[in-house]
């Protein structure tokens, strides 16, 4: 790759960073890979947007790039031993209030793949899985994508078994807080400061860190002068609230061979909703309609989203406002059936958006030695299996031309006036009131 021996830091230790690790190590044995993530890769709760009790797997994408690298990921996840036993194939059920059905049985037809998947009227699908989605909200749905291929996995339990699997292939995990990126007097990133004053280096840092990667670049900025670090309008930390119920032996009994639910919206409703399966600890799990960011003051007259500052983001107090939301979510997928049904466990989960929902797999045009690889958008779990094979590519500089434009640091972006799942609301108008004593 280079004429000395190059090194690598990957700061964040969630999908990008680990499959990034991952492919590294399995190319170049003998390559110097460090992982850098604030918490343990095994803890029981992560800030990083992939540990979850579970993801969605499906290659049902309207944009064709990412429909043939889902269908690359997915045909991992049903093949290779390692990550078989983290996907479960339900098939999804999508409520679909635009085109998009049929655009993603066009997408299958173009890329040749075979799938049992079909655009289905709408009372005829109503019956599909026992009548599960009979009381579902179907105003102005036009038709049901069901895809039965498609599944969901075990993201927390995945990610944890991938990770240990890179460090026994030789990579380093450090457990600790980036502060702020290192520079030589060139201007060239080459390393990192930790929170407790550690330094690491490598010739080449890659930032897989989701929501916390625009705090980190201006900080990095204000610490070397080189103000064009900053993501700007590029990045923006969005947070969205996922809940909880335990099913009882009746209700599991009729939900455990239930499908991945979506309700698909349009920008102008708000971003599509999800309602996963239950686990083997028999908990159904939805995600809310509000994506909202966080706006604060990060250093003196610069504000930008990121998440909460405490070390796990708050991701556990969650308020009213938010639990509604998926009352909300509940409501619109099981109606009477879920109406009893007592929704206990709620966390906030934070990632990276850019206004097209596209990833940045990029170098950093302002400094020599850094590169960016993040920005799920809440969409990019299902690739882990992948991820690193293109990040490497990057790395290399031998990404296809088409992904290295679509997924550039720099490129034209579009207005997210369009984007269902573009983070519009704020935390602080979605917070509990402060109640104040009266003396």
Known sequence: MTSSKPSYIIVGAGVFGVSTAYHL?????????????????????R????????????????DIVY?????????????????K?????????????????QDVVDNYKKLGRKADLSAVPIDEARK?????????????????????????????????AITRKTIELGVKYVKAEVATLQFDDHGRCCGLRTATGDTLTASHI????????????????????????????????G?????????????????????????????????????????????????????????????????ISAPPAEPDYAQWKVSAKLKEDIDHANNVFYGRKGASWKLEKHRICWDAFTTSSDFIISPHSASEGLYVATCGNFHGWKFFPVLGKYVLQMLEGSLPSQLAEKWAWD??????????DWPRAEMKDLLDPVRTSRL
């Not at 190590?25 to 709760?45: E, G, Q």
């Not at 429909?67 to 990550?83: G, Y």
């Not at 809940?243 to 455990?256: C, K, P, V, W």
């Open 411 to 420: 490129r034209e972006r579009p207005d997210p006036v369009l984007n269902p």
């Open 128 to 160: 599909m899985y026992g009548g599960l989605f009979d009381d579902a909200d179907y105003t102005d749905v036009k038709e049901v994508l069901v895809n039965k291929t498609s599944g969901w996995a075990a993201a927390g339990d995945c990610l944890r």
């Open 67 to 83: 429909c043939q690298l889902a269908l690359e990921a997915q045909d991992v996840f049903k093949t290779d031993s390692l990550w």
């Open 239 to 303: 947070g969205i609230t996922t809940g909880l119920t335990q099913l009882d032996d009746n209700s599991y009994e009729r939900f455990a061979a239930m499908p991945v639910g979506v309700q698909g919206y349009t920008a102008k409703t708000g971003p599509f909703i999800g309602s996963l399966p239950p686990t083997k600890d028999r908990e159904l799990k939805w995600w809310g309609q509000t994506i909202f960011r966080n706006v604060q003051e990060v250093l003196p007259g610069r504000y």
């Open 206 to 237: 890659t930032l897989c860190t989701g929501a916390y990667t625009p705090k980190l670049l201006e900080l990095s900025a204000e610490s070397s002068g080189l103000m064009d670090l900053r993501a700007g309008p590029r990045i923006v930390a």
């Open 85 to 101: 036993p983290y996907f479960h194939e339900t098939g999804i059920y999508w409520m679909c209030r635009s085109e998009y059905a």
């Open 25 to 45: 190590i399995k190319k170049y044995p003998d390559a110097s890979v460090t992982l850098v993530d604030r918490d343990a890769f095994d803890a029981d709760s």
């Open 47 to 62: 800030v990083a947007a992939s540990w979850d009790w579970n993801k969605v797997v499906r290659a049902d994408y309207d």
